[in-house]
């Protein structure tokens, strides 16, 4: 075994899971899958995450100043597939699918077991192939151990946040969509 392949071997062992980042930016928004997210202080607590270089969401959180890391799980893996890559700045990865918004009105998938919401401190575009967000938290929600119960006797609920002012919301252009399908019915 390389030395390489002993480094990966090793970083591998190190806790990781499946987490989404979202940000919006006036009427715009949009997601992406990441695999590397930490705590990285306590007072204030702070979170860093890694992403890839180059992705859509680069402007949206820097216009914005903030973003929300969502914890990926099996209520919300099918719908977070369509976040696997980078997607395309005139297209909104949101449409036709359920959406809850943030206090600061950032889009997250309904049914996210937990969500994080931060401002920005800091981005370091470091000499790798990934770019580092830096955030305070300033809001978060986790789902508890009885709504994960309702909402298997009860598929189509949503999480109850503890946040303030976060509320299920069909995404904006989610509601243009319906009144568009609604018009064309009628003229038919």
Known sequence: MTNGARIRSALESISHGEFMLTAASGRRSNGVLVDFVGQCANDPPMLVIATAKGQVLTPLIRDSRCFVVSVITDATRPLARRFSRSNVETEDPF????????????????????????????HFDIDADCELYVGTVENVHVTTQMEREYEQLIPDTHPISTAPNCKPQPHMRNKKMARSRSVLAESS
């Not at 918004?101 to 920005?120: D, V």
């Open 95 to 122: 449409i036709g699918l359920p959406t809850e918004t943030t206090p600061r009105g950032i889009p997250i998938l309904a049914r996210t077991s937990s969500w994080f919401e931060c401002e920005l401190v800091r």
